[in-house]
């Protein structure tokens, strides 16, 4: 299958790359030079502008950071042409960024008036998942054009789910990030404290992990140093799932919470905590840094 890939950048270009490793003819495009030499170190083929990577395409795959890229990429702005005038009818487009539930569904009703099916597509697991093709997606719209991307989301996942219309996937990713960014704060503190009574952070994990306070970050992602060897932690916090990121996440549940009036104390909590670590001057290492807030200086 002829794919065009646009956005290179930590869970992007693993994903694209599985999908050349599997077979499919992908052409990519990022504007970053520096993304795009590396991947073409890699065999990836590059295009020379998100227009040149769509032409000929059957799927259309877009992992962007925020709503504001998705809505200038797909229909433009300050006078510039959307890539929707580029695509042809017929065409299915598969969204991958994490953005706002409304503007998923004004880009999916934009393209449809083109004849293109598009579904909002976000995953969860991590560059960890992207590189091993084991992501989750929860996918927004059609079933019918759901269908039509299984086969290509499952090179890139384990898991698909159908949350429902066009901006559902959207919705149900803010409320699992949303839960993630309050795990791992609270996992964050336990360890910490563990640490200043002078535990071993290794044994308490693993007590932890395996009692009733085990959760995704104990299992997967421990936020503290030297505990496990593949976890961002163990690596200066580098890579991953940067502050900045975890913090826009955070902002887009609290949008939706205010837009339909639902409570959510905790989740409020951690973007002001985020907020906080990213101004001191972490925002760009993983979010699992925010130990550093609650952690006793040494």
């Known amino acids: 299958m002829k794919i065009a890939f646009i956005g290179l950048g930590n869970m992007g270009g693993p994903m694209a790359m599985n999908l050349k490793k599997a077979g499919h003819e992908v052409k990519a495009f990022d504007l970053s030079a520096e993304a795009c030499k590396k991947y073409a170190a890699e065999g990836l083929g590059i295009a020379s502008s998100a227009a040149d990577s769509v032409a000929g395409a059957e799927v259309v795959i877009s992992m962007l950071p925020a709503s504001a890229h998705v809505e200038g990429l797909f229909l433009g702005g300050a006078g510039k042409p959307g890539l929707l005038e580029s695509i042809a ?56 054009d759901l269908e039509r991307a299984r086969p290509v989301l499952e090179k890139m996942g384990a898991n698909i789910f159908h949350a429902g219309a066009a901006g559902a996937g959207q919705t149900a990713k803010i409320c699992n990030n949303m839960l993630l960014g309050i795990l791992m704060i609270g996992t964050s503190e336990a360890l910490a404290l563990g640490v200043a009574n002078g535990l071993d952070p290794k044994v308490l994990s693993e007590i932890m992990r395996r009692s009733s306070g085990g959760n995704w970050a104990l299992e997967k992602y421990n936020p503290m140093p030297g505990v496990m060897d593949t976890a961002p932690a163990s690596k200066n916090y580098a890579g991953g799932f940067g502050t900045d990121l975890m913090l826009k996440d955070l902002g887009l549940a609290q949008e939706n919470a205010t837009a339909v009036r639902a409570a959510t104390p905790l989740g409020g909590l951690a973007r002001s905590l985020y907020a906080a670590h990213s101004l001191a001057g972490h925002g760009a290492l993983d979010f699992s840094s925010v130990l550093k807030l609650v952690q006793k200086a040494s």
């Open 89 to 144: 009818a017929g065409t299915l487009v598969i969204d991958s960024s994490t953005i706002a539930a409304a503007t998923s569904r004004k880009v999916a009703e934009a393209a449809a008036a083109k004849g293109i099916a598009m579904i909002d597509a976000p995953v969860s697991g991590g560059t960890g998942g992207a590189i091993a093709g084991t992501l989750t997606f929860m996918v927004g719209g059609e079933a019918r």
